[in-house]
Each structure stands twice: as C-alpha cells, then as structure tokens.
C-alpha cells in the first residue's frame, strides 16, 4: 500500500518527484551510460507494472539504454516507461523479426536473434524451433547487459518455473552480472525510494569496477 501511494503521488506531482529523485539518485549515474537488461513476468498486478514503467523512465533519465525482450507484462512496461523519455535508449531483443510488433516504437532498436544463421520473420509452427528462437532471445538480452533488473511473478523463488525470466536469470548469474529482483524488494516492504535506490546502487557498483561499458556482444 505504502508503494502504490507513492506511485500514485508520483503520477500527482511527476516534476516534483523527478527532482525528488534527480537530487537523491542522479548524480552518480549519469556521467557514463549503460545497458541494463530489464524482464519479467507476464502477468504482474497494475500496481507492479507501475513500478517496472518508474524504473524504465528512471534509466532513460539518467542517459542508460533499457534492453528487453517485447514480451508482455513486465518487458511492455519497462519499454513504455522508458519509451516515454526516448525511445532511442529502448533495444528490443526479438525471437523473431515481427514478435508483438504492435509494441516496437518508432526509434526503438530491434536487435533479431538467428538460428544457425537464419532469422525468422513471423513465429515459427514447430515447437523445438520456437523454443531455441526464446532461449536465444533470453541470451541476446543477457549478451547485452551490465546490469538486468527482474521482476518475476514469484518471489523468494530461484529460477525454475519462472519461464523465459528464470532463463535469463540463470545466464546472467551464469556470467556474474549483476542482478536486481524487484520481486524481493518490493516483497520485504520497500518504499518506491529505496527501490530506486538499490538500483542506484547497483549501477554504481557497475560504474565503478573495470568492466567496460557497453554490449557484452
């Protein structure tokens, strides 16, 4: 309860609230961009995907790029709040070429996974292939990222039986990126202003190693 009326004071007061945050978060994250792979559940509450939409402006606002998979649910959400700032700092990670097509926005940047050197247009029938096609998505997104916020569907659960989530969970632990589980955080209570604050954290943790920064590709 005590997250939903801080969204929704947010949504009230936006100015006043981004300068909230500008003054408290922005300025250790600015000055060198990132991509920060941002997934999730399909079906979240509303009161969730408002946090995944903060979170997609909130990185844009600090110059980083949101990388996602165009799924439904959290993926959508993290691309809208994002898409909202620029959507040229949005990179869409695609099984195929047309997946949820009606999503990509102008300036977007759709990046296709291929399948022994091919790339499927439109959803394939057979089932083997279609799942190799998600996996390889999964894997684009986690090759992109420095950072991958998550927001599965349950918390205090490790990866199996959190679908395309738990894959990209699994490979990103896998190459030791840094994770951020929304699900955990805002399970324990957390206000909307310590979950921007683990992220800052986070990101300055990143910044501040020797890992360049930039695609894993």
């Known amino acids: 309860e005590k997250l939903w009326a801080e969204l929704l004071f947010m949504h009230e007061v936006p100015d006043r ?97 291929t399948l022994e050197n091919k790339i499927y247009a439109e959803e394939p029938k057979e089932y083997d292939i279609r799942v190799k096609l998600l996996h390889g998505r999964n894997t684009d997104i986690v090759n992109w990222s420095k950072v991958l916020i998550a927001f599965p569907q349950h918390s205090g659960r490790g990866y199996e039986g959190l679908g395309g989530t738990g894959d990209t969970l699994k490979k990103a632990k896998a190459k030791n990126i840094p994770i951020i589980r929304l699900d955990e955080l805002t399970a324990s209570g957390g206000s909307l202003v310590q979950l921007i604050q683990k992220v800052k954290n986070e990101l300055v943790e990143v910044l501040s190693n020797d890992r360049p920064i930039g695609s894993n590709i």
């Open 17 to 113: 609230m981004k300068r909230h945050l500008d003054n408290t978060f922005g300025e250790n994250t600015r000055h060198q961009p990132l991509y920060v792979g941002c997934v999730g559940a399909r079906v979240l509450a509303e009161p969730q995907l408002e946090v995944c939409k903060f979170v997609g402006r909130y990185l844009v606002n600090q110059g980083h790029c949101v990388v996602s998979g165009n799924a439904a649910g959290a993926d959508f959400a993290f691309a809208s709040g994002a898409n909202s700032i620029d959507p040229r700092q949005v990179i869409l990670c695609l099984p195929w070429l047309n997946h949820n097509k009606q999503q990509i926005w102008p300036g977007n940047a759709p990046q296709v996974t």
